[in-house]
Structures are given as C-alpha cells and as structure tokens.
T-cell receptor, first 113, second 116 residues
C-alpha cells in the first residue's frame, strides 16, 4: 500500500512543452504539498493545499499551476517548460497544517532536453 | 525568515564508527524539528522528530535532542552500518501562536557514506 504515490516516476520532455505530474495520497490527510529538489539535493517548498485550498505559494513562476480536485489529490501542471525546471519534484501530505511530519512520495524526475 | 544549516558532506565513515551530523536553525516562532533520510532513488522518510525544547527524538539507533539554547538538533548514532548510507536532511516546521504552520524548511542535506 503506497501512502503517497506520484506519476510518472520519470518524465523526459523538450523545452516549451506542457506537462503534468499527478499525486495521490490514501492516508486521509487534509494537507498536501509540492517540493522541488534541485541537482544539489536542495529541497524547497513550492505549494501547499489544505482541504483543496491553496495555503502556501512560494515564489514559483506562474507557469506552475497546482490543482486539487479533492483532498486526496494534488496535481502539478507546468506550462512552457524551461531547462531550469529540470529537477526532482516531491509530493507530500500531512494530517493537517499543524500535524507534521509529512509523508513523501518517491519523486518525479523531470528532465528537460 | 526560517533557515536550517547543516554540515556539508559527503561524510565518509567506517562501519561501527560514531556519527554526528550537525544541524542548527533560525526561526521566529516555535518550530518543530525533524530529520529525514533519503536513500538513493527514493523519496524522503521521516527518521525522527522533536516538537519542543529538550525533547529527544530517536529511531533505528539514531538520536537528536532539541536544544533551544544553542538552536541545534544534531543527529547522532553510536555505531553506523553500511545500510545507513544515504542523504540526511534536517528540517523545521514553524507553528505560530495564532495557529497555522509553514511547510518544511530543509537544510541542504548531508551525504553519508559508510564503508565496510
């Protein structure tokens, strides 16, 4: 039973394309997150949603648009992909905003050609 | 803003050696502190946590004590194994007195290599 699952695991595409990464959690958590991990392993939060509402939106280009159709899903859509978007993207969830820790997915490695 | 500083890696040790990975933080409120571990090709797993000053988190032989006076949360293990080789992240999450919390703020990670 995978608690937080992301698809795809690997995504290779060309600059300028639009792509989506899906995330689902089966833990019954209220809060979900997207993090970006760069080539130096540095992790930075991008977004968080609580009960389908946007809570945190760090200084992320508006080419990145999260969508939460329900509490169990938080998808990440990226328009006009750029070379600098190459990274590993991690989805995570927690019971609520106050109840850390967070449970992480295995990541999606995005490579822009 | 919040920040977490941890020692640069890679850290290379022999099996059964004593491990310390330093972590210090800055925060304006009342942070909870965490250590996460990332094995090659995998996502992050919570290793241990502490939610208030003087709390000690422990798991799988690893320990860390929340030291408010030194704003530190150093990770220790008495005898490391080859299977402990991974990247270790120190992180904090701040809870504000009015409620609500930020996402996790991570340190840059410490790559630990244990040699047989």
């Amino acid at each position: 039973d995978t608690a937080v699952s992301q698809t795809p695991k690997y995504l290779v595409t060309q600059m300028g394309n639009d792509k989506s990464i899906k995330c689902e959690q089966n833990l019954g958590h209220d809060t979900m997150y997207w993090y970006k991990q760069d080539s130096k392993k540095f992790l930075k939060i991008m977004f968080s949603y609580n009960n389908k509402e946007l809570i945190i939106n760090e200084t992320v280009p508006n080419r990145f648009s999260p969508k939460s159709p329900d509490k169990a899903h938080l998808n990440l859509h990226i328009n006009s992909l750029e070379l600098g978007d190459s990274a590993v993207y991690f989805c995570a969830s927690s019971q609520d905003l106050l109840d850390q820790p967070q449970h992480f997915g295995d990541g999606t490695r995005l490579s822009i050609l | 803003g919040n920040s977490v500083t941890q020692m640069e890696g890679p850290v290379t040790l022999s099996e059964e050696a004593f491990l310390t990975i330093n972590c210090t933080y800055t925060a304006t409120g009342y942070p909870s502190l965490f250590w996460y571990v990332q094995y090659p090709g995998e996502g992050l797993q919570l290793l241990l946590k502490a939610t208030k000053a003087d709390d000690k988190g422990s798991n799988k032989g690893f320990e860390a004590t929340y030291r408010k006076e030194t704003t530190s949360f150093h990770l220790e293990k008495g005898s490391v194994q080859v299977s402990d080789s991974a990247v270790y992240f120190c992180a904090l999450s701040e809870t504000y007195s009015g409620g609500g919390a930020d996402g996790l703020t991570f340190g840059k990670g410490t790559h630990l290599i244990i040699q047989p």
